[in-house]
């Protein structure tokens, strides 16, 4: 047999150093500041529910509200809905059971629908909780009983999808469509008896996603033309092709915009747009007092997505007389860019088609035009106006679909004359979140 293997030898440990929070003369101490997210920074406000009727009385509180809701218990998502429900004395010995039940339904309605149900409704969540019920010991309820109930974060749509909680939502009747995404709180307490009679007190509560943009918002001083190289990554291109007629050529609108494509409802949006091809089209997106002046500036190329695409090295000089804010008056094309919230609603095989407004159209600021260099480019700025103080995720739920997009948009006010420029838009998924970015 072959010998054993004799294990080395180890020298003997040193011990371990005394440690203290006292710094040495080698050493600096880190001072670190641990960051408490705002999404779970509960208030300490308290909303109450008060119930009468025929001699029975109870009152329903909501704690942890934050001071600046009102008095709709307001929650985000991975909140926990506490608080009491509060027994008077009077008709509390004639109490068999309470129970809690947190709901969550859809209802939609659109113009194409005349019959007297109006549209429909459906429930996606429906989770009942029991705080108390009568046993052979305790005949009695308690004065006081608490309640701590978790908010599901997703719920198991039509198609047996897991799908995120959605935020709760109210669309207007105006847009000819209808959708509201509505939470209650349900308090039930039975009373003893043959029929078993009931007192419920139900109470609208709103849920809202509460996210932020995964990078800070660009500085509206920094352009797209002079951030470009220094940070490329910053910004995002995105392309419309427009052909033309009786031309085998074409133009290409380009639109930069911060590459995340996912903006706090708060954040003004700065964007890039630029358009190239053959300079008789081009002079169709200028006033005619404008189509001979060039604003010089180099050229560099800049490739994304296999997309090569001329930027200049630096923006020229500002001049009032050659970039006036908002659409070129006298050109006979123009270019829109507007924030669009889009809404599908599908009911008894009817489908409803919505366009909603978030933002008005970009003011644009011409910022280089060279004509025979072939292109010309605009800087501008998009304000979302949401309106609402919960912006919804994207969301799909039985029967309703919400999306927010950005619209470029290209338009011949004069087919006629507008060198056979062909109007055409196309529109980019984007995401609204409403928390900023934390400093």
């Given at each position: 047999m072959p010998e054993a293997l004799t294990p080395p030898t180890y020298c003997e440990s040193l011990p371990s150093p005394a440690y203290t929070t006292s710094a040495g003369a080698e050493e600096i101490s880190l001072d670190q500041t641990v960051r408490v997210s705002s999404r779970h920074d509960r208030g300490t406000h308290s909303v109450v529910r008060e119930y009468q009727s025929k001699g029975f009385e109870f009152s329903v509180t909501f704690q942890r509200q934050r001071d600046d809701v009102g008095t709709t218990p307001t929650y985000r998502q991975e909140d926990i809905i506490s608080g009491f429900v509060q027994l008077k004395q009077r008709g509390a010995?004639?109490?068999h059971a309470i129970s809690i039940k947190i709901e969550g339904h859809l209802?939609?309605?659109t113009?194409?629908?005349y019959d007297?149900?109006?549209?429909s409704k459906s429930s996606f969540l429906n989770a009942t909780f029991e705080l108390w019920k009568q046993s052979g010991r305790e005949t009695i309820p308690p004065d006081i009983l608490d309640y701590a109930l978790p908010l599901p974060p997703t719920f198991i749509d039509n198609h047996d999808v897991e799908r995120p909680l959605p935020s709760s939502i109210s669309l207007p009747a105006s847009s000819g469509v209808t959708a509201n995404i509505c939470y209650s709180v349900d308090v039930k307490v039975q009373i003893k008896g043959f029929l078993k009679k009931?007192?419920?007190?139900?109470t609208p509560i709103k849920f809202g996603w509460r996210s932020n943009p995964p990078v800070p918002p660009l500085a509206l001083e920094h352009s797209c033309l002079s951030t470009l190289k220094s940070a490329p990554e910053s910004w995002g291109q995105l392309s419309l092709d427009i052909p033309l007629l009786k031309s085998t050529e074409g133009l290409r609108c380009t639109l930069a915009l911060p590459a995340s494509r996912v903006y706090c409802i708060k954040d003004p949006i700065p964007v890039h747009v630029q358009i190239a091809g053959p300079s008789s089209a081009l002079r169709q997106f200028l006033p005619h007092s404008l189509a001979s002046v060039a604003i010089s500036g180099s050229i560099v190329t800049s490739t994304s997505s296999g997309t090569t695409t001329g930027f200049p090295d630096d923006p020229p000089p500002f001049d009032d007389n050659l970039s006036p804010v908002g659409v070129l008056s006298g050109a006979k094309c123009q270019i829109h860019l507007i924030l669009q919230r889009r809404v599908m609603i599908s009911i008894f095989d009817n489908l409803e088609y919505r366009s909603l407004p978030l933002s008005g159209p970009a003011q644009l600021v011409l910022v280089h035009s060279?004509?025979?260099?072939?292109?010309i480019a605009w800087n501008g700025v998009l304000v979302p106006d949401v309106g609402e103080a919960w912006a919804p995720e994207p969301l799909r739920i039985h029967g309703l679909s919400i999306s927010d997009t950005i619209v470029l948009s290209v338009r011949s006010t004069d087919?006629?004359?507008?060198?056979?420029v062909v109007s055409k838009s196309q529109s980019f998924p984007v995401k609204f979140v409403v928390d900023p970015f934390p400093l």
């Open positions: 010995s004639t109490v209802e939609l309605t113009s194409n629908i007297s149900a109006g549209g009931s007192h419920r007190l139900n060279d004509i025979d260099a072939g292109w087919k006629r004359e507008a060198a056979g």
